[in-house]
Nanobody
Framework: QVQLVESGGGLVQPGGSLRLSCAASGRIFSINAMGWYRQGPGKERELVATITIGGSTNYADSAKGRFTISRDNAKNTVYLQMNSLKTEDTAVYYC???????????????WGKGTLVTVSS
């Protein structure tokens, strides 16, 4: 079984910072792309940022210049450093990873259960 477990969410004031972490565990042969998505109140889930196994990154326009995604391949962990947070960043943040469990099988997407980020004064 493969698990993705997020941590680092919480309550922060506007302008503040948070760092989210997501660790993958279980039967893992390799992990391709990893990423963060979020779902705000009354909104659909949306992309925040992704990172390939080689370190290439992609950001939503709302995240550019404020958020930084990174990963530690040795630890099967992806991070999201969020700076200059705004009230509209309030959402449940979900970790995503495309994981291959064996060289004999194709990979598939896995999701964490989410961590709540609340930006409020």
């Amino acid at each position: 079984q493969v698990q993705l477990v997020e941590s680092g969410g919480g309550l922060v004031q506007p302008g503040g910072s948070l760092r989210l972490s997501c660790a993958a565990s279980g039967r893992i042969f390799s992990i391709n792309a990893m990423g963060w998505y979020r779902q705000g109140p009354g909104k659909e889930r949306e992309l925040v940022a992704t990172i390939t196994i080689g370190g290439s990154t992609n950001y939503a326009d709302s995240a550019k210049g404020r958020f930084t995604i990174s990963r530690d391949n040795a630890k099967n962990t992806v991070y999201l450093q969020m700076n200059s947070l705004k009230t509209e960043d309030t959402a449940v943040y979900y970790c995503n990873a495309y994981i291959i469990i064996s060289s004999l099988f194709h990979g598939m997407d896995y999701w964490g259960k989410g961590t709540l980020v609340t930006v409020s004064s």
